[in-house]
DNA sequence: CTAATAGTGTCTATAAGACAATATTCC
DNA sequence: GGAATATTGTCTTATAGACACTATTAG
C-alpha cells in the first residue's frame, strides 16, 4: 500500500492507465498428452489469433482476480467447479499494444472426460502443448509457467487427479501422472506413495471390466481432499 | 485477454476503477529469528499504522510488478540488489478502504549484515514473525504467505543462502536453514546435500578463527547460482 | 592439556526401485 | 488353457540419520 496520494485515494499520478486483466491457461488430457484450451480472438487487439481464454477484471461484480478467472472459465469455456489456482502475474507496458498491462494467471486443470468442443463464445482448440502455435501477447511465457507450475507439483503431489474423472484405476492414474512428468514410474513406488498419502479410497464393487484380464479396481478422492491437495514428502 | 471493448482500449466499462499496488515482505533473520520489515503509514488509510513496504504501480517509469517491488524496496528500505520474487497477487473490493484493489506482493531476502534501521522513508521496524503486531489491509495474509513461501522453498533449494552475506561456514549456513524451518537438520546429511547440489565453494584460505576450537572454511554461492536458485531432489 | 566446535567416517534405518509371483478376466 | 493386465510380495539398492572419531584452535 502506498504512502503516497494522501487526499486523493485516485492511482492517477502514478498510473494514468493499467488494464487489469486474468488469463486462464485451462489443461487436460487427451491421448496422454496435455493440450491447452485457445480461442480465437473476436476483437483487436490481435482479432482472430487464438490465444488463452481472458477478460477484464470486473470491479463492479468480481469479488478477487479467482473469480475474474472462473467467470472466464465458465463464460467462455462453459466449464464450471474445476480445480483452479493463481500461477503468477505477468505486467509491463509491451505486452499489450493497448497499453500498461497488468494480467493475472490462473491454472485451471479439467477433467478429459465432459470436455466442451464449443464454448459459449465460440469454438474452442484444444492443443498439445507441445506443439503450440505462436499466440499472441506474453501467453506463451504464461502457458510455460502453467507447464513448469504443473509438473513441477505433480512431483510430490495429488494435483494430476483433477485431471481425472471421478472415478478411475491406479493404473489409469499412473497413466496421467507420467504423461504429466514425462516419465514413466515404479508402479510399486506409485502405489505405495498413493496409499500413504492417505488420499484415495476404494469405490466398494466399482471394478474396469471388459478386457481379457483382471479388472482394475476403480477409487475416488476422498472428501476431505477435494479441495486441498495431498502432498508426499520426497516426491513420487 | 478479454474480448470485449471492441473500439476503446479502456477497461471503463468492466472496471471502473482498480487500484495497482505492490507490497513487499521483506525478511531477514535477527537472532536466528525470522523478522519482517514494517514502516509507519504516513498517510492513510490505516494512517500511523505500522505495515508492509508498498506503494502504487507506477505505469510510466515501472517495467513490470517487481521493477515496481525493487523501487519500492530502494525507496522506502535503501536496499538494493536483494533476493526478489514474485510471491502471490491478492485482490478484491474489501482489502482496501480506497475501493477494489490489486495488490502484487513480493517477498524479498535481506542477509542481516548492513541492514538499515532508518530507511529513506522513515523509521523501519523490524518485527520477529512470531509476534507479528495486527497489521492493516490484508497484510497479515501477505505475510502469512511468504513464511509458506519461504518455508517451503527452503525445505528443497538453496533460497536461505540469500539470508546470508557474501561469505559464511557451514553452521552457520545451517543455523539459518534451521531457523527458517523451525526444526534442526542432521548434521552429515545437510553437508552432504549442500555439497550434491554444487552450490558452494570454498573461499581460498579463508577461515572463521577467534575461537578457542577448530576454525570453519568460509565458503561462498558459486556464480551460477547467484540468480538461480539450485534444488536438489528430495528435500534436506 | 582441556574445552569447544569443525569436519569426516561409518554403521543403521528408511525409502525407492527391480523383479517376479499370484490373481482375474475374456476368448 | 492362453494371453493380458492388475495387484502384491520380496529382494536389492539408494538415501537419510545416528553416532562417534579425528582435527584444530584459544587459553
Same mark, same amino acid.
Given at each position: 500500500m502506498s504512502t503516497r496520494s494522501p487526499h486523493r485515494p485516485s492511482p492517477h499520478e502514478d498510473s494514468p492507465h493499467i488494464i487489469c486483466t486474468v488469463d486462464v491457461v485451462a489443461l487436460t488430457l487427451i491421448a496422454t498428452r496435455l493440450h491447452v484450451a485457445l480461442l480465437q480472438r473476436a476483437? !483487436?487487439? &490481435?482479432? %482472430?489469433d487464438w490465444a488463452l481464454p481472458g477478460g477484464y477484471v470486473h470491479a463492479q461484480t468480481d469479488a478477487d482476480t479467482s473469480a475474474a478467472a472462473r467467470r472466464v472459465l465458465a463464460d467462455? /469455456?462453459?466449464? #464450471?467447479?474445476v480445480y483452479l489456482e493463481q500461477l503468477a502475474t505477468f505486467s509491463g507496458? @509491451? @505486452?499489450? !499494444? @493497448?497499453?500498461?498491462s497488468l494480467s493475472v494467471a490462473h491454472c485451471a486443470l479439467l477433467p478429459a472426460?465432459? $470436455?466442451? &468442443?464449443?464454448g459459449p463464445a465460440g469454438a474452442i482448440r484444444w492443443v498439445d502443448v507441445q506443439q /503450440? !502455435? %505462436? $499466440? !499472441?501477447?506474453?501467453h506463451a511465457a504464461i502457458v510455460a509457467a502453467a507447464l513448469a507450475r504443473v509438473r513441477n507439483k505433480s512431483q510430490y503431489s495429488? /494435483?494430476?487427479? #483433477? $485431471?481425472?474423472?471421478e472415478q478411475f484405476t491406479l493404473p489409469q492414474l499412473q497413466a496421467v501422472y507420467e504423461a504429466v512428468l514425462g516419465d514413466t514410474l515404479n508402479k510399486v513406488s506409485f502405489r505405495r506413495k498413493m496409499d500413504d498419502m492417505g488420499l484415495l479410497e476404494a469405490v466398494p464393487g466399482a471394478m474396469l471390466t471388459g478386457a481379457a484380464h483382471r479388472p482394475a479396481q476403480f477409487w475416488r478422492v476422498r472428501p476431505a481432499y477435494r479441495q486441498h491437495l495431498a502432498v508426499t514428502p520426497r516426491g513420487l
Open positions: 476483437q !483487436p487487439p &490481435a482479432q %482472430g467462455k /469455456l462453459g466449464m #464450471h467447479g507496458p @509491451r @505486452r499489450d !499494444p @493497448r497499453g500498461w472426460d465432459a $470436455l466442451p &468442443a464449443q /503450440l !502455435p %505462436g $499466440l !499472441p501477447f506474453d495429488s /494435483l494430476p487427479v #483433477h $485431471l481425472c474423472g
